[in-house]
């Protein structure tokens, strides 16, 4: 019975009834509604539909390709703007921005602006959403003025240096372990070096990597008949940095590829969504063109995360709705990278370990479809680990490499805990090199993982 009222309707659909097309999309058929609107995309009324459902399922191509057609015809002017900025049309997405005029659109217009290297006409225009933007949304508004004046070099950029940006991520872990006591003023006696064994695991490098150490640093004592513990110092940071050694790789990309693709991977939660988007601004800000491919459909907050991100960052995305297969929204990005000639392309996706089988298989389609499109990518395969859970983070990340060739690791939120050591232990059990660090939630709060800098910021 059921089966005939559904085939009734999609009859109806077919002949053209416009009530039974909506009551399709309504009911979940909306590839079918799509279809049978897009015979009748002439007709105003149900070219309007149709925009809507394109918006709606993430095909901002199509939506776009109806707007080039039909112009004013189709959504609003802020809609238009939101499709043509989101595939990449800068200069229409801007124009049109401009010309709605409210604050939302002029701070889009000055994103975009700030994006593709106009500060000057940024700054006019975010100086004109600020004069208008109600008291709630003013902060986000002020923060990308002074981005354009820095840009414009109007004020100074007041530069953290890699040191001191890892000082105020290990903040916590130093408030919990002092390190710094230890090498003040005391005996060098056994008493000490428990001690100092006892921090060091409780800063999470790993048990066996803190008996070693203490290990070493007792014989160098003997060896060297030290008596005050300031002179242990520098032979410390030494044996921690040793264990570190071969850690370090920096993230490479080189413009020549066109694009360079990097795959994101990690457990949900620890951070994937957050460093794609301090990615996307670091390569914008080299003057890079990047796009966002958001690979995690599992949940529709994980899209729209996504989406905030392009718009913070000024990167372009390709999204679908959620629950749509995430090897075709990585097809429908690969194909958008290659038109769109883009040079830096970040693909989120979901890790839902619970479902570790079709985890894997998930991810190593992500990666076939990929190289269908281009055959020497991901460039990167990036593992993002939260250094405050740990040896969980260490479990987590064999499941992974079950899954993927991992080429390098990123350590989130050193800031969060006090378990800062943790990206030694991290590095002791996998032996992948460590290539990004997260000190915060902020977009510039991402850094270039530096073996030496993190050892002082840790001792000191
Ligand atoms: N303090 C701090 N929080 C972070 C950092 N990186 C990510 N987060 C936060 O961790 C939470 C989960 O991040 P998200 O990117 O959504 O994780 P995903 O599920 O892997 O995509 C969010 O609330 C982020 O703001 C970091 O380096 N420091
Ligand atoms: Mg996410």
Not at 279 to 308: M, P, S, W, Y
Not at 334 to 342: D, F, I, V
Request: aromatic fraction near 6%; charge should be neutral; hydrophobic fraction near 40%.
């Amino acid at each position: 019975m059921i089966f005939f009222k559904k085939s009734d309707l999609e009859k109806r659909a077919k002949a053209g009834d416009v009530s039974a097309i909506l009551e399709l999309a309504r009911k979940g058929k909306r590839e079918k509604a799509i279809k049978l609107l897009e015979e009748k995309e002439n007709d105003p009324q149900l070219r309007k539909v149709l925009f809507d459902l394109y918006l709606e399922e993430g095909k901002d191509l199509q939506a776009y390709r109806l707007v080039e057609k039909y112009g004013e015809d189709v959504g609003t002017a802020k809609e238009r703007a939101l499709v043509a900025e989101r595939i990449g049309n800068h200069d229409y997405a801007v124009k049109e921005y401009l010309r709605v005029g409210d604050w939302e659109s002029l701070f889009r217009a000055g994103t975009i602006l700030l994006a593709i290297h106009q500060p000057e006409r940024a700054l006019d225009v975010l100086q004109r959403s600020l004069s208008i933007a109600p008291p709630s949304e003013r902060q986000k508004v002020e923060e990308k003025i002074e981005e354009a004046k820095k840009r414009l070099g109007l004020i100074e950029e007041k530069k953290e240096s890699l040191l001191e940006k890892f000082r105020r991520g290990l903040k916590k872990t130093r408030e919990s372990v002092e390190f710094g006591l230890i090498f003040r003023g005391r005996k060098v006696d056994d008493e000490l070096f428990d001690e100092l064994e006892e921090m060091l695991v409780k800063a999470d490098v790993g048990v066996k990597t803190a008996v070693t150490i203490v290990e070493d640093l007792r014989k160098y004592a003997i060896r060297k008949n030290i008596k005050r513990s300031e002179d242990l110092k520098e032979e410390t940071r030494k044996l921690i940095l040793e264990n570190l050694r071969g850690s370090e790789e920096k993230l490479e990309v080189t413009v020549e590829k066109k694009p360079e693709v990097i795959l994101i991977l990690g457990v949900n939660g620890s951070g994937k969504t957050t460093t794609i988007g301090k990615l996307a601004h670091r390569f914008i800000r080299e003057g890079k063109k990047v796009l966002l491919v958001a690979g995690d459909t599992f949940r529709a907050g994980a899209i729209k995360q996504l989406e905030v991100w392009a718009e913070r960052s000024g990167a372009d995305i390709v999204r679908k709705e959620e629950g749509s297969d995430p090897a075709s929204v990585v097809y429908e990005g690969m194909e958008r990278a290659k038109e769109g000639s883009y040079e830096v392309v970040l693909v989120d996706t979901a890790g839902r370990l619970h479902t570790k089988e079709p985890l894997i298989n998930e991810l190593r389609k992500i990666k076939k479809v990929i190289q269908k499109h281009f055959p020497d990518q991901p460039s990167e395969v990036l593992l993002v680990l939260d250094s405050t859970t740990g040896q969980n983070a260490v479990q987590q990340a064999k499941v992974f490499k079950e899954a993927l060739d991992i080429t390098g690791i990123a350590v989130t939120k050193l800031d969060g805990s006090a378990k800062g050591g943790s990206i030694i232990a991290i590095w002791k059990d996998l032996k992948i090199p460590v290539k990004l660090v997260g000190v915060g939630e902020g977009i510039e709060d991402l850094e270039d993982f530096s073996a030496e800098e993190y050892v002082n910021a840790l001792i000191d």
